[in-house]
Every structure is written in C-alpha cells, then in structure tokens.
C-alpha cells in the first residue's frame, strides 16, 4: 500500500506497509447447546451455551509506515442465556424474559504502538482487551380485549471492559459500542371494523434508548445522549386479507440522532451518520 498525497505531509508514492503477503488462518470450533424443559403446555424455561469468533484483520491504514503488517488474531466470546417463555389468561398474553452473560476475548482495539526500530507512535488494531456484557429483557403481547393488542419490551445492558492492554486507547470506564444501559418499547393497536368487511387498524409505538456510543474511544462529539421516538401507522385490510393498504409516519417528532459515526485520528477527522428525519409511506399490498 502507498499514500496519496492527502495533504498531510506525505509525499504520493510514500510505502506505508511492506509490499508482501500476509495471511491469517484461524481454526475455531463453535459449540451450540440448548436444554429446555416444558413445566405445563403453557410455560417453558430454557437454558444455552454457545461461542463465537470475529475472524482476525490486518491494520490497512498506517501511520508512520511501518516495515511489518500489524494484524489481530480472532476476537472470540462465550455466551450464557437463560430464560422462559410462558402463555397465559387462554393464550391471550404471552411472557417472554431472558437473563444472558457474554464473555468477550482478544477484544480487537486500537492500540498506541512505536513503529519497530522508532520511537514514532502509530495507531493499529490488536488483541489488547477483555471484556463482557450481561443483562435482561422482558417481553409483553396481550390481548386483553377483541381486536385491542397491547406489546411492551424492557432491556438492561451492564456492557463493560474488564482489562486493557498497555496502548490500549481506551480505559476501563469507556462504554462498548452500540450497548445502551436501558430500552424500551411499547405498542398499542386497536382493529375497527368497518363496512364490506373490510378493517381498519390504527396503531401508535414507542421506543426509548438510553446513551449509546457509537466508537470505542467514546469521542465525545459521536456519543448519542437518550432517544425517544413515536411512529403511528393507519392499515385497511379487508376480511380475507388479499388487501393491505398502510399509511405510516415514522420519526412523528423529527427527532436527529447520531446511528453511526467514526474519528479517524489519523486523518484528523470525525464523521457522524445521522437518522432520516421525520417520514411519511403509503404501501398497497395484494396477495395471489
């Protein structure tokens, strides 16, 4: 790889990686185990184990350039759930709730590092970080009355790094990426016939999402303070349901939020990706 001239101070043409090959093999086994026991036909609890791995990567931006090409081994995790799932009143409200530990090591992380046979800094991914996530969740659907459906959820994240490699560009009270501490959403429908058979079906929901950060290093400017939204949705169906014509607005507020964002240090620069504004659809639908 070579630079371009970026206006940095690097001359086009500038080797900034070895011209070589380099390859990452990894060899995992990933094990998936469930037990679930069905106490009444109306309520099951469960309980499961499964691990994962994040192939491995190389660090294709350098700066200083460097003789070697810095790589990361795979990043992996281990992850515990339990939980239940339960049916009652004659079916017409279902609870669901899990409780689930994941266990992250080899974090891949950006990480300070001098340049081998310099003392130049340069920033590169390596394995320098454990970490782990646990938390909750609970979820409602109910029919308390003909054509009424009411739905809830609640979540809780305790997402958090456990060590940090010297380097690492982060400390211990950084928050993960994309981990709000609390969710929470709810719906209401509520079915209204009308003539020829045909139904009409408003419905409003909300959701809620604590602070998110949306970059390792918890740049300020990329971190998402709480976020509440409200959409509605107005659908005509008719009794076979051939028919469906919905009418939507989605963001009703016109609340901008941060979804995604990057502080690319090396080039100075910090770049966010915000939500669509407010949006109004109308969709027809026939089935054959």
Same mark, same amino acid.
């Given at each position: 790889?070579?630079a371009q001239?970026t206006?940095?101070?690097?001359?086009?043409?500038?080797?900034?990686l070895?011209?070589?090959?380099?390859?990452?093999?990894a060899?995992?086994?990933?094990?998936?185990?469930?037990?679930?026991?069905?106490?009444?036909p109306?309520v099951?609890t469960?309980?499961s184990y499964?691990?994962?791995?994040?192939?491995?990567?190389?660090?294709?931006r350098?700066?200083?350039p460097?003789?070697d090409?810095?790589?990361?081994?795979?990043?992996k995790?281990?992850a515990?759930?339990?939980?239940?799932?339960s049916?009652?009143a004659?079916n017409?409200?279902?609870l669901?709730?899990?409780l689930?530990w994941?266990?992250y090591?080899?974090m $891949?992380?950006? =990480? +300070?590092?001098?340049?081998?046979?310099?003392?130049?800094?340069? !920033?590169?991914?390596?394995? #320098?970080a454990? &970490?782990?996530i646990?938390g909750?969740?609970?979820?409602l659907?109910?029919?308390?009355a003909?054509n009424l459906v009411?739905e809830?959820?609640?979540?809780?994240?305790?997402?958090?790094y456990?060590s940090?490699?010297?380097g690492?560009?982060?400390?211990?009270?950084?928050?993960?990426?994309?981990?709000?501490?609390?969710?929470?959403n709810?719906?209401?429908?509520?079915?209204?016939?009308v003539?020829?058979g045909?139904?009409?079906?408003?419905?409003?929901?909300?959701?809620?999402?604590?602070t998110i950060?949306?970059?390792?290093?918890?740049?300020p400017?990329?971190? $998402?303070?709480? =976020? +509440?939204?409200?959409?509605?949705?107005?659908?005509?169906?008719? !009794?076979?349901?051939?028919? #469906?014509?919905t &009418?939507m607005?989605?963001?009703?507020?016109?609340?901008s939020?941060?979804?995604?964002?990057?502080?690319?240090?090396?080039?100075?620069?910090?770049?966010?990706?915000?939500?669509?504004?407010?949006?109004w659809s109308l969709?027809?639908?026939r089935?054959f």
């Amino acid at each position: 790889a070579v630079a371009q001239d970026t206006g940095l101070g690097i001359p086009a043409g500038v080797p900034v990686l070895p011209d070589r090959w380099e390859t990452i093999r990894a060899r995992e086994t990933t094990p998936n185990v469930n037990l679930a026991y069905k106490w009444t036909p109306d309520v099951m609890t469960y309980a499961s184990y499964s691990k994962g791995f994040k192939s491995g990567t190389f660090t294709q931006r350098v700066f200083p350039p460097r003789p070697d090409i810095p790589s990361a081994r795979p990043e992996k995790v281990d992850a515990y759930e339990v939980g239940f799932k339960s049916s009652w009143a004659d079916n017409h409200v279902r609870l669901n709730g899990a409780l689930f530990w994941t266990d992250y090591k080899d974090m $891949q992380v950006n =990480v +300070s590092e001098a340049t081998p046979g310099t003392t130049e800094i340069g !920033t590169i991914t390596r394995n #320098a970080a454990k &970490a782990r996530i646990r938390g909750g969740e609970l979820e409602l659907h109910a029919v308390p009355a003909d054509n009424l459906v009411l739905e809830g959820g609640l979540g809780y994240l305790d997402a958090r790094y456990r060590s940090l490699e010297p380097g690492a560009q982060l400390t211990l009270n950084d928050r993960l990426v994309n981990t709000p501490k609390w969710s929470l959403n709810a719906a209401i429908a509520y079915s209204i016939a009308v003539s020829d058979g045909w139904m009409v079906t408003p419905r409003v929901d909300y959701a809620y999402t604590s602070t998110i950060a949306n970059d390792a290093a918890n740049t300020p400017l990329l971190v $998402q303070k709480p =976020v +509440s939204l409200l959409n509605a949705a107005l659908r005509l169906t008719d !009794t076979d349901a051939l028919w #469906a014509v919905t &009418a939507m607005v989605k963001n009703i507020t016109n609340r901008s939020y941060l979804i995604a964002g990057v502080n690319d240090q090396n080039a100075g620069v910090i770049e966010g990706v915000f939500s669509h504004p407010r949006e109004w659809s109308l969709s027809v639908r026939r089935k054959f």
